[in-house]
């Protein structure tokens, strides 16, 4: 089995995990921290479905990271766990595939229903993440003339 950009991302998690049981956070690494086991299991179960290539990963983890310096500006909501990355990544998603973001959009309004969620930076992190690639896209299809659609 080759070893895949998603998957030593999900290494870097369960080391983060290990090593920093505290949480301590920063903009920049926030992603890699996670507040349990079971926070850590969902993100990489949902990161191993989603298998991101290595650019869109690096977009995903720049605009997450946007998305917690505006979210710790507003609401002074400490974060941490890859979920606002993985929000940005399917955000990529829909406007590869063109579909309508409000159910994802409606399932971030109801998991800020839990308890301990920090539903703004989803919010954020999906809505910019549907901008950032809009305009990817738009570049890419200039450059290339494919529509647009093509593999990352």
Same mark, same amino acid.
């Given at each position: ?22 949480? &301590? ?10 507040? $349990? ?5 969902? $993100? ?20 997450? &990271? ?10 002074q909501a400490r ?38 969620? $920090? ?15 809009h305009i990817y ?9 494919? $529509? ?5």
């Open positions: 089995m080759r070893i895949k950009a998603y998957h030593i991302l999900a290494i870097i998690c369960v080391i983060s995990y290990l090593i920093t049981p505290d949480g &301590s956070d920063s903009s920049f690494t926030y992603h890699f921290l996670h507040a $349990n086991v079971f926070h850590l299991i969902a $993100n990489i179960l949902a990161l191993l479905a989603f298998k991101p290539r290595v650019p869109t990963i690096i977009i995903a983890l720049f605009v997450a &990271s946007f998305a917690y310096l505006i979210d710790f500006h507003f609401f974060t941490i766990g890859l979920s606002a990355a993985l929000m940005t990544m399917y955000a990529r998603k829909y406007i590869a595939w063109k579909k309508s973001p409000l159910p994802t959009i409606y399932a971030i309004f109801i998991l800020g229903l839990l308890p301990h969620i $920090n539903w703004h930076i989803h919010l954020l992190s999906f809505l910019l993440g549907l901008v950032v690639w896209y738009k570049i890419k299809h200039s450059v290339d003339g494919n $529509n647009g659609r093509g593999h990352n």
